[in-house]
T-cell receptor, first 110, second 115 residues
Framework: QQQVKQSPQSLIVQKGGISIINCAYENTAFDYFPWYQQFPGKGPALLIAIRPDVSEKKEGRFTISFNKSAKQFSLHIMDSQPGDSATYFCAASTVDKLSFGAGTTVTVRA | DAGVIQSPRHEVTEMGQEVTLRCKPISGHNSLFWYRQTMMRGLELLIYFNNNVPIDDSGMPEDRFSAKMPNASFSTLKIQPSEPRDSAVYFC?????????????FGPGTRLTVL
């Protein structure tokens, strides 16, 4: 049973557009919510992360929005670029163990 | 640092054979994780170690799978006997447990094909 539900499974966006990926969780013990980015043939790599005491975190064109009461969080990719084409995984953890969402494949059309 | 090192990068074997995947974590990291990635099941945690001790192996699918971490710089994941449904990409990741950030650093993965 997946502890973190992620949607959509895939999305296509035009260059310069906004990509939005949503995740939801049930376990209120989760205290760390990272997003990982994976390119074909590579391992996932940490993109950005947030803790539940913060509602938003921005790093460059990437923003996490966090809604603790709704147990939801999302990744926004602003001004999407072809180099952002990858699979994105949300995750949640308590202590050391990460539970990953199913992943979203983002394709940015030039 | 070279990052997490995995070997081999690709492995093709026949059903029934023993397969051993190897991982060298980042120096100084004290937690090590083995994941399996497939299209159907996504990224699954198989087992993780903290200070070389297995902490949670609830994701290990069957007794055919075993993992060891004899020291802080080396771990193996063994499948014996292998089956076609074990075909997947296996990732090793390491992290510094207890720090302010729980970032896991992933290796490049081993693509396993069982014929």
């Amino acid at each position: 049973q997946q502890q973190v539900k992620q949607s959509p499974q895939s999305l296509i966006v035009q260059k310069g557009g906004i990509s939005i990926i949503n995740c939801a969780y049930e376990n209120t013990a989760f205290d760390y919510f990272p997003w990982y980015q994976q390119f074909p043939g590579k391992g996932p790599a940490l993109l950005i992360a947030i803790r539940p005491d913060v509602s938003e975190k921005k790093e460059g064109r990437f923003t996490i929005s966090f809604n603790k009461s709704a147990k939801q969080f999302s990744l926004h990719i602003m001004d999407s670029q072809p180099g952002d084409s990858a699979t994105y995984f949300c995750a949640a953890s308590t202590v050391d163990k990460l539970s990953f969402g199913a992943g979203t494949t983002v394709t940015v059309r030039a | 640092d070279a990052g997490v090192i995995q070997s081999p990068r690709h492995e093709v074997t026949e059903m029934g054979q023993e397969v051993t995947l190897r991982c060298k974590p980042i120096s100084g990291h004290n937690s090590l994780f083995w994941y399996r990635q497939t299209m159907m099941r996504g990224l699954e945690l198989l087992i993780y170690f903290n200070n070389n001790v297995p902490i949670d192996d609830s994701g290990m699918p069957e007794d055919r799978f075993s993992a060891k971490m004899p020291n802080a710089s080396f771990s193996t994941l063994k499948i014996q006997p292998s089956e076609p449904r074990d075909s997947a990409v296996y990732f090793c990741a390491s992290s510094l447990s207890g720090g302010p950030v729980n970032e896991q650093f992933f290796g490049p993965g081993t693509r396993l094909t069982v014929l």
